[in-house]
């Protein structure tokens, strides 16, 4: 059993204990400190699970701001110690033990006989297509599946440029591109629930081809960002890092450089990495013998935290050929509008826990917050002192009799003699 194991079992039975205290002790202060500790045991659990955000909240609004306000309502009403109510919610007790038996029943049951819970089918695919191929502008692309009533078109890409994604249907399709010469090039792919793909049109002449990308939009590390590579020169290339001085460093063939990706191949895909964020410098290279061919150098490149990003680097069809006839390499999406995406915030960071609040659980939300208020009126009634039930109620107005004088209650409350002896002048003789 591994340390984490040992750890939830430990806070896991914390948090059930501390809860039964709460219950059970009839000291109201004591009840309260009690359902802290369940807090905080919460809390920890929260942060087990990689939320760091939402178990300090459960710390400072939970565990700090309500119970403060619950001891001020229990302290204020000095009701530190449980009082007979009168015998008017006796009723709660029963109550309370039914659905407590039924949920422990309704756990067990589920623990000796399993449960067998619906698996999520997950989301529908989704596609875009990118044109970076030898064809003649426009190109139209056009998706065909058994799951489609009608073909789905996209009208007019033009060179290096990049569709919105488009939401299916699992199963199979054929995604085919036609140039405004004539020319046709198709490719079968298979789509699967969740999946995220880029279908690149690619090559010239013979090396015509459809490249298919899938994209990952897990949350990314804290800090960094994650990149793809996608090769579509002609030949093997490496992605290095320039660093600060933006120039290669180079010691008897050697690069003293950060070399990001060794050796990616004609029309494959890298494997994804992590960047740390920030404006870097990448460049593109090839290893001809002891000679390094640079071919593209992205100045300025901002690597955002939480993106991914898909850099692919292909012959310049857009543009005219040298006196040799060979385009020259080309990155699209240098201005990173179509090809950054950002990925999944992570789970219990502020951000998702902002979107999930106010989109998915709003109304929880403020269900939650009016369930508070109701508690906050219920602790109120439940720890009325008795001395105000209704049968003692009238005489709160009513005149006390005194039944000795005022003037020896005084004199007993304050230890001294209201009246002190005064010489008194004698009276006069009647003779006189």
């Not at 490719?187 to 690619?202: F, G, H, K, Q, V």
């Not at 090839?286 to 680097?313: C, F, K, M, P, Y």
Request: glycine share 8%; with cysteine.
């Amino acid at each position: 059993m591994g340390f984490e194991t040992i750890l939830f079992l430990a806070l896991g039975l914390t948090a059930i204990l501390s809860a039964a205290m709460m219950v059970y002790i009839k000291n109201a202060v004591h009840s309260a400190l009690f359902l802290i500790v369940n807090f905080g045991c919460v809390a920890l659990l929260y942060l087990m699970l990689d939320a760091p955000f939402i178990s300090m909240v459960q710390i400072a609004v939970y565990a700090g701001a309500i119970m403060v306000l619950f001891l001020f309502v229990i302290m204020l009403l000095g009701a530190e110690q449980a009082t007979d109510a009168g015998g008017q919610f006796r009723w709660v007790t029963g109550a309370a033990t039914v659905l407590a038996v039924v949920f422990v029943s309704v756990a067990v049951t589920m623990a000796l006989i399993g449960l067998d819970l619906p698996e999520s089918e997950g989301n529908d695919p989704l596609l875009r297509v990118v044109h970076s191929a030898n064809l003649v502008d426009p190109v139209d692309i056009t998706v065909t599946g058994d799951n489609l009533d009608e073909p789905f078109v996209i009208d007019g890409l033009i060179f290096a440029d990049v569709s919105d994604f488009v939401t299916l249907t699992a199963g199979e399709y054929t995604v085919t591109f036609t140039d405004a010469g004539g020319v046709t090039l198709e490719d079968s792919i298979t789509l699967e629930n969740d999946d995220i793909i880029t279908a690149i049109a690619y090559g010239d002449d013979a090396t015509l081809g459809v490249l298919t990308t899938p994209i990952d939009l897990s949350p990314t590390s804290p800090s960094t960002a994650r990149i793809q590579i996608v090769n579509l020169l002609d030949e093997t290339v490496m992605l290095v890092d320039l660093g600060s001085n933006k120039q290669l460093d180079v010691d008897t063939g050697e690069i003293n450089d950060r070399v990001i990706v060794e050796a990616i191949d004609f029309a494959t895909t890298s494997e994804t990495f992590d960047e740390r964020e920030g404006t870097k410098t990448f460049a593109f290279y090839t290893q001809n013998g002891d000679e390094l061919v640079s071919h593209v150098r992205l100045s300025d490149w901002l690597v955002a935290e939480g993106t991914e990003q898909l850099i692919i680097i292909t012959a310049d069809y857009g543009a005219t050929t040298d006196s040799l006839g060979n385009y020259r390499p080309r990155v699209l999406d240098r201005s990173q509008e179509s090809l950054t995406i950002n990925a999944f915030e992570q789970f219990g960071s502020p951000k998702d826990i902002g979107n999930e609040l106010f989109t998915t659980f709003l109304l929880p939300v403020n269900l939650v917050g009016f369930l508070l208020l109701v508690a906050l009126i219920g602790v109120i009634v439940l720890t009325r002192p008795a001395g105000l039930r209704g049968e003692r109620r009238a005489t709160v107005n009513r005149r006390r009799k005194v039944s000795r004088p005022l003037v020896n209650v005084i004199s007993q409350q304050t230890g001294r003699d209201v009246i002190e002896d005064v010489p008194r002048l004698q009276e006069p003789d009647s003779d006189e």
